[in-house]
C-alpha cells in the first residue's frame, strides 16, 4: 500500500511542469518523481498525432535496451487503464527491476530501478494527470500538426516497407547461397539454412507487429473518445449517445484515430456552450478504407460556412486528408458527415515547388519531413553531414524559405493544392 502524500512542494512542482515544452516533460517528470521514487530511467509513451511518441530520459542502457515493440506490448498487456505495475525486464545485462503505469487515456510510463512501492499510488496519480495534459496539447495543436504526423506515418511505412524487402532479399540470397552444391561442409550449410530461415521468419514476424504498432481497433479508439468525454459531459445539461462502430472493422493507423477523438471532442465541447442544444449523437463507422464519422444535433440548424465551430472542424478534417459535408435545417439541427482516408498519403511529395529540386534533395526533404535530423539523414542516405548540410541550404534557396519549418510547410501546401 503507498503511503507518499503529495505535498506543497510536489505540487508545485507538477504546475512548473505544466508549463514546460513538451519535449522537456521526461526530464521533469523524472525530477519531480525522485526525491519520492528513486529511478535510472524513464520512458513514456503517449498520444500523439502520429499515433504513439516515445520520450526518454536516464541511463543510457536501460534505454537501449527497451524496443518500441516491447512498449506497444506493454501497453496491450495491461490488465486495464488506471494502472501500476513492478516487473522484471530482461537486459543484455541481466534481469532489471521495473514500474510502469498505465493512464486511462492508454499512454505508457516506464521506471527503471523504481525504489519503495510507498510512492506508486502517487507515480500512477501524477501520471494520470501529465498523460492527459499532453494528450490536450496534442489535440489543441495547430491542422498543420495533424497535417506533418499524417504525412509523416507515410514516410515511416514506406521505410517500413523498404527495409523488409530489402533484409528478405538479402536473407534470401545467403539462403541461396548456402544450399550451392559447391559447398562440401553439410553441417554448417544445413544449420545455416536454418538460422537464415529462423531470421527471414523473425523479421517478417517483427514487420508485422511494427504495422499494428500505431493501429488500434476502431472499437477501442470508440472507446477511448467515450472515456474522454464521459468527464466532460457529467455535469452538462446535454445528452451525448453513442451509437457503436462495428466490432469487425479495420483497425485505425493512430494519428487517424488520435485525430479523430480530437476533432469529436472539440465539436461537443462547442456544442455545449451553445444554449439550445440539448442532445447529441456520435457514431463511427468502417468501411475498410475509411473512418466514417457522423455528429448530429438537435439545435436550431444555423452553423454556417463562416461558424466558428465548422472552421475548427473543417481545418481538422482536411489536415487529416479528409472530407466534411455538412446538413443544416433550420429548426432540426446539423448533421456533420466526415470521411478520413485510413491510409495516408504517400510520401512522396509532388508539387511544383519541386520542380526545380534535384533527386538526392527530394530525397533529403523527404527525411526532413519526416522528422530525421542532419546525421539520421547522412547515416540513411550515405553521405557526410556536411553534405546534408549543403543541400538543405540549396533547398531553402530554391523554395525562398527562411527555415527548414517553412520549406517543409511549403512543400505540402503545394502538393494539396
Same mark, same amino acid.
Given at each position: 500500500?503507498?503511503?507518499?502524500?503529495?505535498?506543497?512542494?510536489?505540487?508545485?512542482?507538477?504546475?512548473?511542469?505544466?508549463?514546460?515544452?513538451? @519535449?522537456?516533460?521526461?526530464?521533469?517528470?523524472?525530477?519531480?518523481?525522485?526525491?519520492?521514487?528513486?529511478?535510472?530511467?524513464?520512458?513514456?509513451?503517449?498520444?500523439?498525432?502520429? !499515433?504513439?511518441?516515445?520520450?526518454?530520459?536516464?541511463?543510457?542502457?536501460?534505454?537501449? =535496451?527497451?524496443? *518500441?515493440?516491447?512498449?506497444?506490448?506493454?501497453?496491450?498487456?495491461?490488465?486495464?487503464?488506471?494502472?501500476?505495475?513492478?516487473?522484471?525486464?530482461?537486459?543484455?545485462?541481466?534481469? @532489471?527491476?521495473?514500474?510502469?503505469?498505465?493512464?486511462?487515456? =492508454?499512454?505508457?510510463?516506464?521506471?527503471?530501478?523504481?525504489?519503495?512501492?510507498?510512492?506508486?499510488?502517487?507515480?500512477?496519480?501524477?501520471?494520470?494527470?501529465? *498523460?492527459?495534459?499532453?494528450?490536450?496539447?496534442?489535440?489543441? =495543436?495547430?491542422?498543420?500538426?495533424?497535417?506533418?504526423?499524417?504525412?509523416?506515418?507515410?514516410?515511416?511505412?514506406?521505410?517500413?516497407?523498404?527495409?523488409?524487402?530489402?533484409?528478405?532479399?538479402?536473407?534470401?540470397?545467403?539462403?541461396?547461397?548456402?544450399?550451392?552444391?559447391?559447398?562440401?561442409?553439410?553441417?554448417?550449410?544445413? @544449420?545455416?539454412?536454418?538460422?537464415?530461415?529462423?531470421?527471414?521468419?523473425?523479421?517478417?514476424?517483427?514487420?508485422?507487429?511494427?504495422?499494428?504498432?500505431?493501429?488500434?481497433?476502431?472499437?477501442?479508439?470508440?472507446?477511448?473518445?467515450?472515456?474522454?468525454? @464521459?468527464?466532460?459531459?457529467?455535469?452538462?445539461?446535454?445528452?451525448?449517445?453513442?451509437?457503436?462502430?462495428?466490432?469487425? !472493422?479495420?483497425?485505425?493507423?493512430?494519428?487517424?484515430?488520435?485525430?479523430?477523438?480530437?476533432?469529436?471532442?472539440?465539436?461537443?465541447?462547442?456544442?455545449?456552450?451553445?444554449?439550445?442544444?440539448?442532445?447529441?449523437?456520435?457514431?463511427?463507422?468502417?468501411?475498410?478504407?475509411?473512418?466514417?464519422?457522423?455528429?448530429?444535433?438537435?439545435?436550431?440548424?444555423?452553423?454556417?460556412?463562416?461558424?466558428?465551430?465548422?472552421?475548427?472542424?473543417?481545418?481538422?478534417?482536411? *489536415?487529416?486528408?479528409?472530407?466534411?459535408?455538412?446538413?443544416?435545417?433550420?429548426?432540426?439541427?446539423?448533421?456533420?458527415?466526415?470521411?478520413?482516408?485510413?491510409?495516408?498519403?504517400?510520401? =512522396?511529395?509532388?508539387?511544383?515547388?519541386?520542380?526545380?529540386?534535384?533527386?538526392?534533395?527530394?530525397?533529403?526533404?523527404?527525411?526532413?519531413?519526416? !522528422?530525421?535530423?542532419?546525421?539520421?539523414?547522412?547515416?540513411?542516405?550515405?553521405?557526410?553531414?556536411?553534405?546534408?548540410?549543403?543541400?538543405?541550404?540549396?533547398?531553402?534557396?530554391?523554395? !525562398?524559405?527562411?527555415?527548414?519549418?517553412?520549406?517543409?510547410?511549403?512543400?505540402?501546401?503545394?502538393?494539396?493544392?
Amino acid at each position: 500500500m503507498s503511503t507518499v502524500q503529495p505535498n506543497d512542494s510536489f505540487l508545485r512542482g507538477l504546475v512548473d511542469l505544466m508549463s514546460m515544452p513538451t @519535449r522537456d516533460i521526461p526530464r521533469g517528470l523524472s525530477a519531480l518523481l525522485t526525491p519520492h521514487l528513486a529511478h535510472s530511467a524513464l520512458i513514456i509513451l503517449t498520444a500523439d498525432g502520429a !499515433g504513439g511518441h516515445r520520450q526518454e530520459v536516464g541511463d543510457p542502457a536501460f534505454l537501449a =535496451g527497451v524496443t *518500441a515493440l516491447e512498449l506497444d506490448q506493454m501497453r496491450r498487456d495491461a490488465p486495464n487503464v488506471e494502472s501500476v505495475k513492478r516487473t522484471t525486464l530482461q537486459m543484455r545485462d541481466g534481469l @532489471r527491476p521495473a514500474l510502469h503505469a498505465h493512464a486511462r487515456n =492508454g499512454a505508457l510510463l516506464l521506471i527503471a530501478d523504481p525504489g519503495s512501492s510507498d510512492a506508486d499510488d502517487l507515480v500512477l496519480a501524477t501520471w494520470n494527470i501529465v *498523460a492527459l495534459y499532453v494528450q490536450k496539447r496534442a489535440d489543441e =495543436g495547430s491542422p498543420h500538426y495533424l497535417q506533418h504526423a499524417r504525412a509523416a506515418a507515410g514516410v515511416r511505412m514506406e521505410a517500413l516497407t523498404e527495409l523488409s524487402d530489402e533484409y528478405s532479399t538479402t536473407l534470401e540470397s545467403v539462403l541461396s547461397a548456402l544450399r550451392s552444391t559447391l559447398l562440401d561442409d553439410a553441417s554448417a550449410r544445413n @544449420r545455416a539454412i536454418a538460422l537464415a530461415s529462423g531470421g527471414l521468419v523473425h523479421l517478417r514476424t517483427a514487420t508485422d507487429k511494427a504495422r499494428t504498432f500505431t493501429e488500434e481497433p476502431v472499437t477501442t479508439a470508440f472507446a477511448r473518445l467515450q472515456d474522454d468525454l @464521459r468527464p466532460i459531459t457529467r455535469y452538462l445539461d446535454i445528452d451525448v449517445q453513442f451509437v457503436e462502430p462495428p466490432a469487425d !472493422g479495420r483497425p485505425l493507423p493512430g494519428e487517424v484515430a488520435h485525430g479523430a477523438r480530437a476533432v469529436v471532442r472539440g465539436t461537443i465541447l462547442a456544442l455545449t456552450d451553445l444554449p439550445d442544444v440539448s442532445k447529441v449523437r456520435v457514431q463511427w463507422d468502417c468501411d475498410g478504407t475509411n473512418l466514417l464519422v457522423n455528429v448530429r444535433d438537435d439545435g436550431p440548424g444555423d452553423h454556417s460556412e463562416t461558424s466558428t465551430l465548422l472552421r475548427f472542424v473543417r481545418e481538422r478534417v482536411r *489536415a487529416l486528408d479528409g472530407h466534411l459535408a455538412v446538413d443544416a435545417t433550420p429548426g432540426w439541427g446539423t448533421e456533420m458527415a466526415i470521411v478520413v482516408p485510413l491510409d495516408p498519403p504517400s510520401s =512522396g511529395i509532388v508539387s511544383s515547388a519541386m520542380a526545380n529540386l534535384r533527386p538526392r534533395e527530394i530525397q533529403v526533404i523527404d527525411l526532413l519531413a519526416a !522528422g530525421h535530423r542532419n546525421r539520421s539523414i547522412a547515416e540513411r542516405l550515405g553521405i557526410s553531414e556536411n553534405t546534408v548540410k549543403f543541400h538543405v541550404s540549396r533547398i531553402l534557396r530554391k523554395l !525562398g524559405a527562411s527555415s527548414r519549418s517553412e520549406a517543409i510547410s511549403m512543400l505540402y501546401a503545394d502538393r494539396r493544392a
